[in-house]
């Protein structure tokens, strides 16, 4: 089922002083709500803006969203939702099979409401992204994005460029894992004082600072470090940069 999201419930036209009409920004509101079985999956793939996403009590799916864009663009790359099976998909710059214009992007503000027990797929290039209070897995990816992630309690993959990433573990049951990778950006990956797991720490020039004892058992220097926290378990976290620090809060 797919529900194309083309109307604008307020357009305002922002005029660029003597700009040609061609330049003339117009902003359009997506607001939608969808049923949703919790447990399932909110995928979202967007490009530049920003991204908000937090967990409730409901059994809904609720986006609200502000594009802004030339009129056309807005016409013909649309913000598109649909249903398949237990996931929501939502892609912020859907483009008609017609569109033959290299300029394919739409700056989008993006803010979720979904159930708690949701699992994220989230991909974008230059959007911050936040979630708070999402209980299910997190699978984030982006480019020059900041990405923070707030009362986790499963698993996560994070990877990306030049962005930071900020990590606050609620809980860290056994079988979970924390996989987060950039490049230039730094982690900052907060877990429980009881966390217990494995820990891999892999870099070309940052540094690892933890709170928590790691028992090393092996290292080259304090660019490559492998070891276990408060006696390790099950679970496990593995981070990877280039040039970014990194640092484990308890």
Excluded: Y
Aim: proline share 3%; glycine share 10%.
């Amino acid at each position: 089922m797919s529900l194309t999201a083309r109307l604008s419930t307020a357009v305002l036209v922002t005029c660029l002083g003597a700009a040609p009409a061609l330049a003339q920004k117009v902003e359009e509101r997506v607001d939608r709500t969808l049923p949703f079985q919790s447990g399932g999956t909110v995928r979202l793939k967007t490009f530049s803006g920003k991204v908000e996403i937090r967990g409730t009590d409901g059994d809904q799916v609720v986006v609200h969203a502000v594009r802004r864009a030339e009129a056309d663009k807005l016409r013909d790359v649309t913000f598109d939702i649909r249903t398949e099976g237990s996931s929501i998909v939502i892609d912020a710059n859907h483009r008609d099979s017609g569109w033959r214009r290299n300029d394919n992007v739409v700056e989008a503000d993006i803010e979720l409401q979904v159930p708690r027990r949701t699992t994220l797929d989230v991909t974008t290039f230059s959007a911050p992204v936040t979630v708070r209070g999402v209980e299910g897995r997190h699978d984030i990816g982006g480019f020059s994005s900041t990405i923070r992630v707030e009362d986790a309690v499963q698993g996560l993959r994070v990877k990306t460029f030049s962005g930071d990433v900020i990590v606050a573990a609620r809980s860290w049951p056994d079988g979970q894992d924390i996989d987060v990778n950039t490049f230039s950006g730094g982690i900052d990956l907060t877990v429980p004082p009881d966390a217990r797991g494995s820990l891999a720490f892999n870099t070309f020039s940052g540094d690892l600072d933890s709170d928590l004892p790691i028992a090393v058992s092996r290292t080259r220097g304090r660019r490559n470090v492998e070891g276990t926290l408060n006696g390790g378990g099950s679970s496990s976290v593995r981070l990877k940069t280039f040039s970014g620090d990194a640092r484990v809060r308890r």
